[in-house]
């Protein structure tokens, strides 16, 4: 009977404080491949995980399920703190990424306290919010408690709030995303 050899590669970025992350000139997200029985020289594409870390602090991460059809962010230091994004409301996230982009450089210029803010619905009952008193952009799942009317909602548990660094990370890991998700970048189109 012929023996078989099976190949598991994982994808990861390099986010341990004693792994050396080399800096690039253009800011790019460095990968590396984790290779068991086997021999890789460059990540697959398309792939079905992916995890990246956001921001300076590290305690933000993004996870990827391409199976699922499914985007994870979640805070590492607070297990419950994460949201869980369908694709369509990955698609309505980065639609109005534009106008989160514009009120977080008006609270930039003008100041923390600008009266500026942004609240968006991506789907679903979730809905991401700008706070600039805390600099911060917040996707959370909200719901309508019993007995109000229809525009009364309150927050859940489930949300993660990103500061605006965490956010530009996230940004410029989109097209990393796409080349290694097709599933996204083509519901995006």
């Keep these: ?23 690039t000139s253009n800011n790019e997200a460095v990968a590396a491949a984790a290779v068991v029985n086997g021999g890789a020289t460059s990540l697959p594409s398309p792939a079905l995980w992916s995890f990246f870390v ?15 059809g499914i985007v994870r962010i979640k805070t590492l230091t607070m297990p419950n703190n994460f949201v869980t994004l369908t ?17 977080i450089d008006d609270i930039k210029c003008y100041n923390p306290q600008f009266p500026s803010g942004y609240s968006g619905h991506i789907g679903d009952c979730y809905y ?7 600099g911060r952009i917040n996707i959370r799942r909200y719901y309508h408690p019993n007995g109000n009317p229809e525009y ?4 859940t548990p489930y949300g993660v709030s990103l500061k ?6 996230l940004l410029q890991l989109v097209p990393i995303i796409y080349e290694r998700h097709p599933v996204f970048a083509e519901s995006c189109k």
Excluded: C, Q
């Excluded at 009977?1 to 800096?23: F, K």
């Excluded at 956001?54 to 699922?68: A, C, N, P, Q, T």
């Excluded at 694709?87 to 009120?103: G, K, P, Q, Y």
């Design 1 to 23: 009977m012929p023996s078989t050899t099976t190949t598991t590669t994982i994808t990861t970025l390099m986010a341990s404080n004693d792994i050396p992350i080399p800096s």
């Design 54 to 68: 956001l921001g300076e602090k590290k305690d933000r991460v993004l996870e990827i399920y391409s199976d699922m």
């Design 87 to 103: 694709t369509e409301h990955w698609v309505r996230l980065m639609s109005v990424r534009d106008e989160i982009n514009a009120v």
């Design 128 to 134: 991401v919010t700008v706070i600039g008193d805390y």
């Design 152 to 155: 009364v909602m309150r927050a």
């Design 164 to 169: 605006f660094d965490e956010w530009a990370y």
